[in-house]
């Protein structure tokens, strides 16, 4: 019997998208197009300046991954408010 996690060259990954419920994972191009449109939004360029993403970082906390301010200079209520509604918007429009 063949094992299933081989692929011929050419042919697609294995299809085994089984998520080992200790871990967290995110597929590199749906965090590529967060980072474009966190890097594209005017909102957040008035906050963090441009490229928005060297004013962010993304943190492990247990079995979650955030983007949270980098802590570069301190924000106002206002501008953690408006980053974290910006935010969220950008990560539910990348939600797969």
Same mark, same amino acid.
Do not use: C, H, W, Y
């Given at each position: 019997?063949?094992?299933?996690?081989?692929?011929?060259?050419?042919?697609?990954? +294995?299809? #085994?998208?089984? @998520?080992?419920? #200790?871990? @967290?994972?995110? =597929?590199?191009?749906?965090? #590529?197009? $967060?980072?474009? /449109?966190?890097?594209? !939004?005017?909102? *957040? =360029?008035?906050?963090?300046?441009?490229?928005?993403? &060297?004013? *962010?970082?993304?943190?492990?906390?247990? !079995? /979650?991954? &955030?983007?949270? #301010?980098?802590?570069?200079? +301190? *924000?106002?209520?206002? =501008?953690?408010?408006?980053?974290?509604?910006?935010?969220?918007?950008? $990560? &539910?429009? !990348?939600? $797969?």
């Amino acid at each position: 019997m063949a094992d299933k996690s081989e692929s011929t060259p050419g042919s697609p990954a +294995p299809k #085994d998208m089984s @998520v080992n419920p #200790d871990r @967290v994972g995110i =597929q590199m191009d749906v965090l #590529d197009n $967060i980072i474009s /449109d966190l890097n594209d !939004n005017a909102e *957040l =360029q008035k906050i963090f300046g441009v490229p928005v993403s &060297r004013g *962010l970082v993304v943190v492990a906390d247990t !079995n /979650d991954l &955030r983007i949270e #301010d980098a802590g570069k200079k +301190p *924000l106002t209520e206002e =501008q953690s408010k408006t980053f974290l509604k910006v935010l969220d918007e950008i $990560i &539910r429009a !990348n939600a $797969i």
